[in-house]
């Protein structure tokens, strides 16, 4: 067990539909990272945040946002959904700012889009 | 643009032997490493890292070498066991902490 919590597990809507995918980071871990993963793809980073603030930015596409509360638990919106949007989502979480220090994933969410 | 790369997406090895894989990587503004194991329903957990200043990294069965003229970077199991049969991820990081990871190499360890 990690200590990072990822709600729902799997995700089945529409296509043009909108979802948030939301991530608990383990205790004490102040930055958040999302990534995505499609089938036959490495992890594609997407965001990383830091006590709140937006710390890094890599393939996230503008109909995605994110955003890091004061509790530290972070959320993924993805809206305007289609079809290639279908993966695995995942959420890490570390101590410092840097990604050096080890990340330690959720178990993902899977997003289904029919 | 894949900025890391895992060019083998599978390796088969016999239990006790070794296991070596392999990353290659092409921003020169990476300066630090990790490998990362997947099991089947599960985020990845961090395995060993390594920092651009060192060209190995050891922990009990696994060593992680890195070559920076080549920019080539390899885990070695040794000796490899079924439990290690995992999808393994290379991550490398750059300074303003953009971390890109592999594709992934899918390790399967033959009793």
């Known amino acids: 067990d990690s200590g990072v919590t990822q709600t729902p597990k799997h995700l089945i809507t529409a296509t043009g539909q909108r979802v948030t995918l939301r991530c608990s980071p383990r205790?004490?871990?102040?930055?958040v990272y999302w990534y995505q993963q499609s089938l036959d793809q490495g992890l594609q980073f997407l965001i990383h945040?830091?006590?709140?603030?937006?710390?890094a930015k890599g393939n996230i596409l503008e109909r995605f946002s994110a955003q890091q509360f004061p509790d530290l638990h972070s959320e993924l919106n993805l809206s305007s959904l289609e079809l290639g949007d279908s993966a695995l989502y995942f959420c890490?979480?570390?101590?410092?700012?840097?990604?050096?220090?080890?990340?330690?994933f959720g178990n993902g969410t899977r997003l289904t889009v029919t | 643009d894949q900025q890391v790369k895992q060019n083998s997406p599978s390796l088969s090895v016999q239990e006790g032997r070794i296991s070596i894989l392999n990353c290659d990587y092409t921003?020169?503004?990476?300066?630090?490493f990790l490998w990362y194991k997947k099991y089947p329903a599960e985020g990845p957990t961090f395995l060993i890292s390594?920092?651009?200043?060192?060209d190995k990294n050891e922990d009990g069965r696994f060593t992680v070498f890195l070559n920076k003229s080549a920019k080539h970077l390899s885990l070695h199991i040794v000796p490899s066991q079924p439990g290690d049969s995992a999808v393994y991820f290379c991550?490398?990081?750059?300074?303003?902490?953009?971390?890109?990871f592999g594709a992934g190499t899918r390790l399967t360890v033959k009793p």
């Open positions: 205790s004490g871990d102040l930055s």
């Open positions: 890490a979480s570390s101590v410092g700012q840097r990604g050096g220090s080890p990340l330690h």
């Open positions: 921003n020169s503004m990476f300066d630090y």
């Open positions: 390594i920092s651009s200043i060192k």
């Open positions: 991550a490398a990081l750059s300074e303003n902490n953009d971390m890109r």
């Open positions: 945040y830091y006590n709140g603030e937006e710390r």
